[in-house]
């Protein structure tokens, strides 16, 4: 399975910004597409998920979506601000669960997966 983000840069405070996703070597579509994202000095943290049949989103400045062969992952961005700047990574793995978060054998996954393949990461720069 091979992840790889593309899109990142910089941008002005208010802009929008779309990355792009491409999970390749699933067999099938069972499967979840996870976004994150580290800031300097802090954890990792959710954004938001997608797989067949759910999309889950944290923050409601940022949404979701699949180009129609299903094999690109958007994550579209509007309204960033300083605070957005980060380094933005997708993972994918397969998904076990069609629900947004649930806990799963004991841990909490998001759309089901624990996503042991990650991308190289993207910066994203807002500042003035």
């Known amino acids: 399975v091979q992840v790889a983000e593309t899109g990142g840069g910089s941008v002005q405070p208010g802009d929008s910004l779309r990355l792009s996703c491409t999970a390749s070597g699933f067999t099938d579509d069972n499967y979840a597409v996870g976004w994150f994202r580290q800031a300097p000095g802090k954890e990792r943290e959710m954004i938001g998920c997608?797989?067949?049949g759910v999309t889950y989103i944290v923050n409601s400045r940022f949404s979701l979506s699949r180009d129609n062969a299903g094999n690109t992952v958007f994550l579209n961005m509007t309204n960033l601000t300083v605070e957005d700047t980060a380094v933005y990574y997708c993972?994918?793995?397969?998904?076990?669960?069609?629900?947004?978060?649930?806990?799963?054998?004991?841990?909490?996954?998001?759309?089901?997966?624990?996503?042991?393949?990650w991308g190289q990461g993207a910066q994203v720069t807002v500042s003035k």
């Open positions: 993972a994918a793995g397969e998904s076990v669960g069609r629900v947004g978060v649930a806990v799963i054998g004991g841990k909490t996954l998001f759309c089901g997966s624990e996503y042991p393949n």
């Open positions: 997608i797989r067949p």
